[in-house]
Every structure is written in C-alpha cells, then in structure tokens.
C-alpha cells in the first residue's frame, strides 16, 4: 500500500525535527529539546501506527511480506524501542543515534516504496527531496559562515584587547565569552541540518537516476565537513577547549568547508 503524497511529507518533516531536538539534547542535555523530540517521535510513531492500520483494514494483512513493507515496520519497531527508552530506561545520548537510525530506515522505505509505484508523484516527491537536500546543505553553511565570522570578531577582539583597546559595540555580544558562545551556539544547529542534508543526498542519488559513487570528490568532502565540525564540537564540549584555540579550529574547520564548495564542487561526477 502506497500512502499520499502529503502523509510521507509530514512523517519525514516531524522525524527530521526529532534528529534535530535530540541533537541539541545530545549536546545540551537540555530537558525542553528532550521533551521535544519525544513528543514529535511520538506523532512519528502515531502516525506509522495509522498506516499499519488502514493497511489492515484495506487487506486483511499488515504490510509487511515485501521487503519495502519490511523497512516501514522495521521503522516502526525502532520508534517504538526509542519511545520506551525514553520513557523507562532514560539513555538520552542513545536516543540520537536511534533517530538517526529511524529516520534513514524510514527515508529508505518510502524512496523505494515511490520508486516502484506507479504514481503521478513519484517524480514530484524525488525533486522536493533533492530542493530538501540542497536547501538544508546551503542553511548549514550559512550558519558556519555565520559561527566563522563570530570566531573571527573573537580573534579581533582579544587582540585588541591585549593592545589595550577594544570594540564597544562589540559588547552587545558580552564581549569574548558572548562572541565564542554563540560562535559554538551556531555550529549545533548547523550540524544536524548538515546530517539530514548528506542522508536526503545520498538516499535521492541511490533512488534516482543520477550517477552516484561513494568516492565522489563532494560526497567525501561533505562527510568530511560534518567530521571536522563533530570533532570541534568534542573539544569544545568534551574537552573543555576554550578562547583563541577553539576559534582557531573554528576558522580551519571553515577553511575546510570552502575547500569542499569550491573546489570539490568542481570535481564532482553529478554536482554542479
């Protein structure tokens, strides 16, 4: 059974918007972005709990004896599991990595549940997703750009005050500690864009017609990204790493980042 067009557009939304809130619970431990994302994954798991009823209903069977049926239960599986460890066995830095693995499950259903069916949006859904991919990737990078600025007005900053002088306007942003808060502040909501944009990429690449090698100059280079920007944010969180250090990561991480728009881009088989 092939559900509308408007239903996987929403199931995909809400559970891209759970990897999101358990991103920022993962890195916060904050209790309102927890909150959050149970209560999205739980319209999530609602909602794949309709279908598996009203495909019932229509047939008589769960659909579950394909092997596209098998990736929507196995979905619906993962957010149940996910939803009761929430509840009961509170492993909170699990439940982002189970989301993860939820949402590419799901997202791996309905691009082949699409593909085999004979529909008017089959072609429709595949370019909202690759506009999804694209908008997402263009997001993240303006916020780095915007974390890579602050980082840089850090930089300025210290200098200038270890000259004895100093901006005062730059004040408005609590001077060194405000402009590296929220340079580091920036960064956590880019990366979760960063990671739904690389898995909407790959899964449109596989599941269309376009030429799609895991070697790809940008592939790597996009991984590579998200790698470098994950490696900041353990030193910043794990590590404890503060002031110049952390900018100055901030600025190579970023170097990196145009590395791979500009010239990765150009060596590409199916980017332009």
């Not at 809130?21 to 959050?36: C, E, G, M, S, V």
């Not at 309905?110 to 997001?139: G, K, P, R, Y």
């Not at 502040?185 to 090698?213: E, K």
């Not at 895991?214 to 470098?228: H, P």
Request: overall charge positive.
């Amino acid at each position: 059974m092939i559900a509308p067009k408007f239903f996987y557009e929403i199931l995909l939304i809400i559970y891209g918007s759970t990897v999101f809130f358990y991103f920022l619970d993962f890195l916060y431990h904050n209790r309102k972005a927890n909150q959050i994302a149970f209560w999205l994954l739980s319209m999530v798991w609602l909602l794949q709990t309709i279908f598996l009823l009203v495909s019932f209903i229509q047939s008589s069977t769960f659909p579950i004896q394909s092997f596209t049926g098998g990736l929507y239960a196995y979905s619906w599986i993962i957010v149940a599991m996910s939803l009761f460890i929430h509840r009961f066995v509170r492993v909170e830095f699990f439940l982002f990595f189970m989301s993860i693995a939820g949402f590419l499950v799901l997202l791996l259903h309905v691009a082949l549940s699409i593909q085999q069916a004979d529909t008017s949006f089959v072609e429709t859904i595949m370019h909202e997703w690759l506009i999804s991919h694209i908008v997402l990737a263009f997001v993240s990078y303006g916020l780095f750009t915007v974390s890579f600025v602050l980082a840089a007005l850090f930089l300025i900053q210290y200098r200038l005050l270890k000259m004895k002088q100093g901006y005062k306007w730059l004040r408005r942003l609590k001077d060194l500690e405000g402009l590296e808060l929220k340079s580091f502040q920036t960064i956590t909501i880019a990366q979760p864009l960063l990671l739904l944009s690389i898995i909407l990429g790959v899964v449109w690449a596989y599941v269309s017609d376009s030429v799609f090698y895991w070697y790809d100059s940008k592939t790597i280079g996009s991984i590579v990204v998200f790698a470098v920007y994950c490696l900041y944010l353990y030193l910043r969180i794990g590590a404890k790493y503060r002031g110049k250090v952390i900018a100055y990561i901030n600025i190579v991480s970023f170097i990196i980042l145009l590395i791979n728009f500009i010239l990765f881009n150009q060596l590409s088989n199916f980017h332009i």
